[in-house]
């Protein structure tokens, strides 16, 4: 673009580029084209591919060189607060803001001391209470273990006193079904003791109101309205009143003198015991062996007490709670 006097823009071509003096281009300097061009690089290329480029355009007028204005920006002005320079050796300030500062500065150093002596001392609290806290944990610690130890003991006696207890059932089992069997065997023991006893108190009724016939049909002596002389009907009072008027009848009939009796029948040989009574003999002469002392409880129960040792009479509460201090009493 060159603008000539009239102020008309023209177009019009640029000149070819020529040489000009003092563009550094006066020698002539071997230029080496490598062939890196992308021309060069085609795989087809026209032989007259440099005719075809178009020339530059030729410029024509007054050619002027515009050259741009430098900008410069301005720089802002330093903040520079009221303090002396720095080969100053002591700082310039008025006396009043010099005690106002001294005097703040002593306030800050004594809150910021008795904050520090608060906080050390809450700390310190802190640190007592932990401790105390850590003394009590320990403690129901211990009282916790020992108190886990006597139930391991109190859980080892009581598995044996069980086990004994179980063996003690089984045995008394036993012995209820042993000693039923002997109270039946016993109870019809009795009841045909009884039978016998009634049969003979009949036998010795008779006998001796037959002995009461002959005394009074024999005997003048006695008179007819006379009461036997028996306590009672029982076979003992009979068997003794009988044994009387039997006496009374030999010495009426044979006189006191032993003179006339023949030979009294001989005993020997014959059973003294009725079915009855050989049972109820068999009964009590043979004990029943489970009311012996059983060796197997005995064992569990010295094993229990072994096991156990003084635990069996150690009390079941511990003798200090783990929450509080001092002693429990019972009251």
């Known amino acids: ?20 003096q003092g563009d550094g281009m006066e020698n002539e300097i071997e230029v080496k084209n490598e062939g890196k061009c992308l021309g060069d690089q085609l795989i087809y290329r026209a032989p007259d591919l440099k005719h075809f480029s178009p020339t530059p355009p030729v410029i024509t007028g007054r050619i002027i060189n515009l050259i741009p204005k430098t900008v410069t920006q301005g720089k802002e002005p330093k903040f520079i607060p009221y ?9 310039i300030f008025p006396m009043r803001k010099k005690s106002m500062r001294r005097e703040l500065k002593n306030l800050l150093v004594a809150a910021v001391g008795e904050d520090l002596q608060t906080r050390v001392h809450l700390l310190t609290e802190d640190k007592l209470q932990l401790a105390r806290a850590l003394l009590n944990s320990a403690q129901r610690l211990s009282t916790h273990q020992e108190q886990t130890e006597w139930l391991a003991g109190q859980c080892e006696v009581w598995r044996s ?10 045995e008394l089992a036993r012995w209820k079904a042993a000693l039923g069997q002997k109270a039946t065997d016993l109870q019809e023991g009795l009841k045909r003791i009884l039978e016998e006893h009634s049969k003979v108190r009949e036998s010795l009724l008779n006998t001796y109101r037959n002995l009461c016939v002959l005394r009074e049909n024999f005997d003048h002596t006695c008179s007819s309205n006379r009461k036997p ?3 009672s009907s029982n076979i003992l009072d009979l068997a003794a009143g009988t044994s009387r008027l039997s006496a009374n ?12 009796v023949r030979s009294e029948p001989d005993f020997t040989g014959l059973d003294m015991s009725t079915c009855a009574e050989k049972a109820a003999e068999t009964l009590l002469s043979n004990p029943t062996p489970l009311l012996l002392s059983d060796a197997a409880c005995s064992a569990v129960m010295g094993a229990a007490v072994a096991v156990g040792g003084q635990m069996l009479l150690r009390p079941s509460i511990p003798a200090c709670c783990g929450h509080c201090s001092g002693e429990i009493k019972l009251v």
Do not use: C
Request: net charge positive; hydrophobic share 40%; proline share 11%.
């Open 249 to 260: 009848l030999r010495v009426t009939f044979l006189g006191s003198s032993n003179g006339q």
């Open 83 to 91: 303090e002396p320079y720095k080969a100053a050796v002591k700082p």
């Open 229 to 231: 002389d028996l306590a």
């Open 1 to 20: 673009m060159i603008k000539n006097p009239e102020h008309v823009t023209i177009r019009q071509p640029l000149p070819s580029p020529i040489r000009t």
């Open 161 to 170: 006193k069980f086990l004994a207890s179980s063996l003690m059932v089984e």
